[in-house]
């Protein structure tokens, strides 16, 4: 199995079983049983796909096949290896590490053994965790933490690229008559700040409020997101300015440094909107939801594994529109609410794409790891001892892919 393993000769280092598995296993995701895991892929792995009708047949005394053929497909889990290096000043962290250890009065100052194990895993380990959650579903374009060559498209993105998914627009396909899109007839940038200010007829169209998240599509011209480039499908949480314009401050993926958005470029466009904005809030997730639930595949929809899956703020739209709505109910926005439709179960992704709802079995989400493979470990080094330089080097080595098993069964609804 593999595992952490902490490396000095000046203390009593730590050996902790099962450490790896943690930084692949312990995301979000995986905790709550979302995903159909294998564990010792270790190179490519077919997944047969194997579908057939049946025919109820006239009686017969001999044996009459009913005349199918089975079908038969397959789909491949290509497990990708990365890994994760840091390196660190010794004396920083000892004495990040002193000063988490000393407790309030002067008597509880800390006095131990010197081992730096724990912090190196309280500090690392959580955002392994946080980066690999978002890799399975985000893919390498969409995570800044992958800077890994091979390719790695995550499960979001095999879905939206495989022909055989039932896909539903949020835009209709560039329509803006709908209550889920709306042209944007301007993109300005500050050239100072570099903050991207948009412009639509009015922002009571759809209801936009601070603290929303829109998706941006067909954008035209030459504005690019500093951090992920092309805007294309990227969201961002908006601040109002005036009745017709909003910035845009937060790329929604930007989860690690909180970095405000920042823009180049211009968008122009010779006739038309220079791009459309997307957008699920508290407004219009009621029937947004409802399209969803209409749609979903009826065989899977009554299946126990079944989940819709849907990104933070389009949860708490939903609690809000609970809220909202309520009539006569005391305590309506203290109470926790529920988070099921009609009886479908709904999971809020604390990392996923934005404006973005998507229905699958649990058995058809296939997340394939390698834990045994002495190669994949996670090991810190304290150098003073082999090479006298007070640095301590942190190594992962890990291993993962993503899979749908049938994407004819699966409903994605994006911009």
């Known amino acids: 199995m593999a595992q952490f393993t902490f490396t000095n000769n000046t203390y009593a280092g730590a050996d902790v079983a099962g450490y790896m598995a943690n930084t692949l296993l312990e995301a979000d995701s995986v905790k709550r049983d979302l995903w159909t895991v294998l564990t010792n892929v270790k190179a490519r792995k077919i997944i047969l796909d194997v579908d057939d009708t049946v025919v109820l047949q006239n009686p017969s005394g001999t044996f009459v096949d009913q005349g199918t053929t089975a079908l038969q497909n397959e789909s491949y889990l290509d497990p990708v290896v990365y890994e994760f290096m840091k390196q660190e000043q010794w004396d920083n962290l000892i004495k990040s590490w002193e000063v988490s250890e000393i407790k309030h009065g002067s008597f509880a100052d800390y006095e131990g053994v010197v081992d730096l194990s724990n912090f190196v895993l309280g500090r690392y380990i959580e955002k392994i965790q946080i980066a690999n959650e978002r890799l399975y579903f985000l893919g390498k374009v969409n995570v800044t933490e992958a800077s890994f060559t091979a390719p790695y498209q995550g499960l979001l993105g095999q879905i939206a690229a495989n022909g055989g998914t039932y896909a539903l627009s949020l835009s209709n396909n560039g329509s803006l008559g709908n209550s889920n899109s709306q042209g944007i007839t301007a993109i300005s940038v500050n050239p100072t700040t570099k903050v991207a200010t948009c412009t639509v007829g009015s922002t009571a169209t759809l209801n936009l409020q601070n603290g929303d998240v829109v998706t941006l599509s067909q954008v035209s011209g030459s504005l690019s997101d500093t951090i992920y480039g092309s805007p294309n499908g990227q969201s961002y949480w908006i601040t109002n300015v005036t009745a017709t314009t909003f910035q845009l401050f937060r790329n929604y993926n930007e989860v690690n440094h909180r970095n405000n958005a920042q823009f180049n470029g211009t968008a122009t466009a010779i006739s038309g909107p220079v791009a459309i904005l997307s957008v699920i809030n508290a407004t219009n997730v009621i029937p947004v ?78 997340l394939g790891v390698d834990l045994l493979d002495d190669m994949n470990n996670l090991s810190s080094v304290y150098l003073k001892p082999y090479t006298n330089d007070d640095v301590v080097r942190t190594k992962a080595r890990m291993k993962s892919c993503t899979q749908v098993k049938f994407f004819n069964e699966v409903l994605y609804y994006s911009y």
């Open 289 to 366: 939801l409802a399209s969803v639930y209409a749609q979903m595949d009826q065989a899977d929809r009554m299946q126990e594994d079944f989940n819709i899956l849907l990104p933070n703020h389009v949860g708490y739209a939903f609690e809000q529109a609970q809220a909202n709505k309520a009539t006569n109910v005391l305590d309506a926005f203290v109470n926790k609410k529920m988070y099921e439709y009609l009886g479908a179960k709904l999971q809020k992704m604390n990392h996923f794409q934005g404006n973005t709802i998507l229905c699958i079995r649990r058995s058809n989400m296939f």
